[in-house]
T-cell receptor, first 115, second 110 residues
Framework: GAVVSQHPSWVICKSGTSVKIECRSL??????MFWYRQFPKQSLMLMAT?????????EQGVEKDKFLINHASLTLSTLTVTSAHPEDSSFYIC???????????FGDGTRLSIL | DAKTTQPPSMDCAEGRAANLPCNHS???????VYWYRQIHSQGPQYIIH???NNETNEMASLIITEDRKSSTLILPHATLRDTAVYYC???????????FGTGTRLKVLA
């Protein structure tokens, strides 16, 4: 079945560091990928829609200069958390869809801890 | 935007069928219902989706009411590994975006 790979699985870094998370569709091409954030004991919250070859679309309240998204190819989207601070610590998850009404498939997530 | 409502938690005995309800009364006529589950510290796992007919796959069955305002996910023989949070999702109107509700925390008991 469709597989989405996310890397790294977890990262711990100091405050002020920028962190890049990769999301790859392994056996299909994805013109659209999605980035979510999940805090402990809460549901997933959509951050942005990543569009291949064009700018990402951010949800209300998500800082686009803070969370940089690049979707340079049909199989790779990256999320960079710039100048990360402890409040950015969270579980970040990406997904990709196969086609119009096809389900999204999710990566295994990246646990980000900022000290 | 279409919104879903699910009970916050349910228990089910191991080996019995788990029936997880979802209300999606504002769903539009051409929108699918998607079901996922999330086991702790992992990404959501796709289970099944449907439009108006009942669906079955190797993981579960999906029963959608005739008026499409609600659906039920059925795990026919629940195991301990089915303990997870189950999400019923309808896309935001006119988009491909998933809006996650709070889901149902299913606990399968030995």
């Amino acid at each position: 079945g469709a597989v989405v790979s996310q890397h790294p699985s977890w990262v711990i870094c100091k405050s002020g560091t920028s962190v890049k998370i990769e999301c790859r569709s392994l056996d299909f091409q994805a013109t659209t990928m999605f980035w979510y954030r999940q805090f402990p004991k809460q549901s997933l919250m959509l951050m942005a829609t990543s569009n291949e070859g064009s700018k990402a679309t951010y949800e209300q309240g998500v800082e686009k200069d803070k969370f940089l998204i690049n979707h340079a190819s049909l199989t790779l989207s990256t999320l960079t958390v710039t100048s990360a601070h402890p409040e950015d610590s969270s579980f970040y998850i990406c997904s990709a869809r196969l086609g119009r009404d096809q389900p999204q498939h999710f990566g295994d997530g990246t646990r980000l801890s900022i000290l | 935007d279409a919104k879903t409502t699910q009970p916050p938690s349910m228990d089910c005995a191991e080996g019995r069928a788990a029936n997880l309800p979802c209300n999606h009364s504002t769903i539009s006529g051409n929108e699918y219902v998607y079901w996922y589950r999330q086991i702790h510290s992992q990404g959501p796992q796709y289970i099944i989706h449907g439009l108006k007919n009942n669906e079955t796959n190797e993981m579960a069955s999906l029963i959608i009411t005739e008026d499409r305002k609600s659906s039920t996910l059925i795990l026919p023989h629940a195991t301990l590994r089915d303990t997870a949070v189950y999400y019923c999702i309808v896309r935001a109107s006119g988009t491909y975006k998933y809006i996650f509700g709070t889901g149902t925390r299913l606990k399968v008991l030995a």
